[in-house]
């Protein structure tokens, strides 16, 4: 069984040289993935019920100016990969908040450490 998964608005012939073995993630089945396609792997609970540890979000590049309330963004804070929702945008800084926590995260992510869209999460984990 093949289960091949890539982004629309590519041309199977640009499409068939871009593509990234995912065939571990889907549990032996063959699988591939444009190579736009930034795989992260969930690690911790602030997402949850949405996602859990070892969940694999799949992100892709999308302009920040295109971002909206409730979009999933993954962005680098102190070397590490974080994805959160937007609750609030202000000028060229959007506020995240994971859906499991009490509180917004204290800072604002920026054009510079953000670094893509959630369009898409493989339920690998624990839930």
């Not at 982004?7 to 073995?21: G, K, R, Y």
């Not at 804070?77 to 609030?88: D, M, N």
């Not at 953000?114 to 839930?127: A, D, K, Q």
Request: net charge negative; proline share 6%.
């Amino acid at each position: 069984m093949w289960i091949i998964i890539f982004l629309l608005c590519i041309t199977p012939a640009v499409a068939s040289q871009s593509l990234v073995n995912y065939t571990s993630y889907f549990h032996g089945h063959r699988a591939y993935l444009d190579n736009r396609i930034q795989p992260v792997v969930v690690s911790g609970t602030s997402m949850a019920p949405a996602f859990q540890t070892g969940d694999l979000l799949l992100a892709i590049p999308f302009p920040a100016e295109n971002l909206r309330v409730g979009d999933i963004i993954v962005w680098e804070s102190q070397g590490q990969l974080v994805a959160h929702r937007i609750y609030e945008i202000s000028g060229a800084s959007m506020w995240t908040k994971g859906d499991n926590m009490p509180a917004p995260d204290q800072t604002p992510v920026t054009k510079e450490s953000y670094r893509g869209l959630v369009i898409g999460v493989l339920f690998t984990g624990e839930g």
